[in-house]
């Protein structure tokens, strides 16, 4: 499993024209952030904001971690995937099973 890369932190404003979540950045973030992607030669990047377990008043709510998940290069997908109707009945017959 891949090291988690902490990143910044958010929390919910109430503005009279609704919530808005405000993320802040350190300049330390943007660099691991960029580091992380020179090294594993992406151009596009995934952040997952996350709730805090414990909020404290006037503090953060929330934190910013890069989603780090990569597809599995041994995974096979299968070739046929067939779509099954639900309550459809199936004619394997070869003919025209049309009921009219």
């Not at 952030?33 to 992406?42: V, Y």
């Not at 779509?83 to 009219?100: E, I, Q, Y």
């Amino acid at each position: 499993m891949a090291e988690k890369i902490y990143c910044g932190v958010a929390k919910i404003r109430k503005t009279s024209f609704g919530d808005q979540t405000q993320i802040s950045l350190s300049r330390d973030d943007v660099k691991k952030i960029a580091q992380h992607m020179k090294d594993e030669d992406l151009t596009w990047i995934n952040i997952n904001i996350k709730e805090k377990r414990e909020v404290v008043e006037g503090k953060p709510t929330h934190y910013l971690e890069v989603d780090t998940w990569k597809p599995d290069p041994n995974y096979k997908k299968d070739a046929q995937q067939g779509v099954v109707l639900k309550g459809a009945d199936v004619d394997d017959s070869g003919g025209d099973s049309l009921p009219f």
